[in-house]
Structure formats: structure tokens, C-alpha cells
């Protein structure tokens, strides 16, 4: 199964616990395949930082750590779903060149209401551990 992890929730399952945590924890495990950018990950190691307070070095440990169980694509913005250069939309793309079968998210204002883009599920984190578990 692959999977494409957005920024949110790559950074809730980091610092919180909960469903996302859980993610990130298979993620590591490889339990499932992890898509990702190098867009994704400078979004990750930019907010744990800045957001989080997480030191410079730690995140770019972590980030190191998913880049290496995971495949990483590069999108060009060829995908413009959302208006006025929304940056979800390399998320979109990500997803798309990553043929992933699932686009994991907690972002209800742009990328949950699509549901799915490309014969990709768009769900939220529980969502996405229900369907690993079954």
C-alpha cells in the first residue's frame, strides 16, 4: 500500500500522539509505502523548527530518517487543482507522480473536501488506520 503523508500530519504524529503518531510510527516501521517531496520535507523541517521549536539538527536528522524509507519525487507544479498557487497543490502532485493509493491529511480546508484526486483516496488519519487494519 502506498501512501502519501502530508506535512500536518508527518508533524502532529512528530510532537503529538494520536492517530498521526501511530502513522508515523508504521511509516518507520515500513509498514506501509511512504510517498513523499523534497517540498513535503523542507515543509516538515521548516515547521518543526519554527513551529515546534525543535533544534535545526534534530529536524534534519528526522528529516534524513524519512527520506531514507521513503520514495521521494520532485513536482514541477504541474498540478493547479487549487486556485491561486495553493502550495496543496505539490501535495497533489506528490500523491499523483507517487502513484500513491492514499493521500493522508488533516487539512479540512483544501484537501479533505476533495475526497480523492486521480484514483487517490484523500482521508484523514484514522481513516487511513482503518483501512491499513483491515
Same mark, same amino acid.
Given at each position: 500500500?502506498k501512501a502519501?503523508?502530508?506535512t500536518?500530519?508527518?508533524l502532529?504524529?512528530?510532537?503529538?500522539?494520536?492517530?498521526?503518531?501511530?502513522? @508515523?510510527q508504521?511509516?518507520? *516501521?515500513? *509498514?506501509f509505502q511512504v510517498?513523499?517531496?523534497?517540498?513535503?520535507?523542507d +515543509? @516538515? +523541517? &521548516?515547521?518543526? @523548527?519554527k513551529?515546534?521549536? @525543535?533544534?535545526?539538527?534534530?529536524? *534534519?536528522?528526522?528529516?534524513? &530518517?524519512?527520506?531514507?524509507i521513503?520514495?521521494?519525487y520532485?513536482p514541477?507544479?504541474?498540478?493547479?487543482l487549487?486556485?491561486n498557487?495553493?502550495?496543496?497543490n505539490?501535495? %497533489? +502532485?506528490?500523491?499523483?507522480i507517487? &502513484?500513491? *493509493?492514499?493521500?493522508?491529511?488533516g487539512?479540512r480546508?483544501h484537501? %479533505?473536501?476533495?475526497?480523492?484526486?486521480?484514483?487517490?483516496?484523500i482521508?484523514n488519519?484514522t481513516?487511513?488506520?482503518?483501512a491499513?487494519?483491515?
Amino acid at each position: 500500500m502506498k501512501a502519501c503523508i502530508d506535512t500536518n500530519v508527518w508533524l502532529s504524529g512528530i510532537v503529538f500522539t494520536g492517530a498521526p503518531a501511530e502513522i @508515523v510510527q508504521l511509516a518507520f *516501521k515500513q *509498514k506501509f509505502q511512504v510517498v513523499t517531496s523534497d517540498f513535503i520535507l523542507d +515543509e @516538515v +523541517e &521548516r515547521n518543526l @523548527v519554527k513551529k515546534f521549536d @525543535v533544534p535545526a539538527r534534530k529536524a *534534519k536528522n528526522l528529516i534524513y &530518517r524519512i527520506s531514507q524509507i521513503a520514495d521521494v519525487y520532485q513536482p514541477n507544479g504541474t498540478v493547479t487543482l487549487l486556485p491561486n498557487r495553493n502550495p496543496d497543490n505539490f501535495v %497533489l +502532485e506528490t500523491a499523483w507522480i507517487g &502513484r500513491a *493509493k492514499y493521500l493522508v491529511t488533516g487539512d479540512r480546508g483544501h484537501l %479533505l473536501p476533495l475526497n480523492g484526486f486521480r484514483n487517490i483516496k484523500i482521508v484523514n488519519p484514522t481513516a487511513f488506520l482503518a483501512a491499513i487494519k483491515r
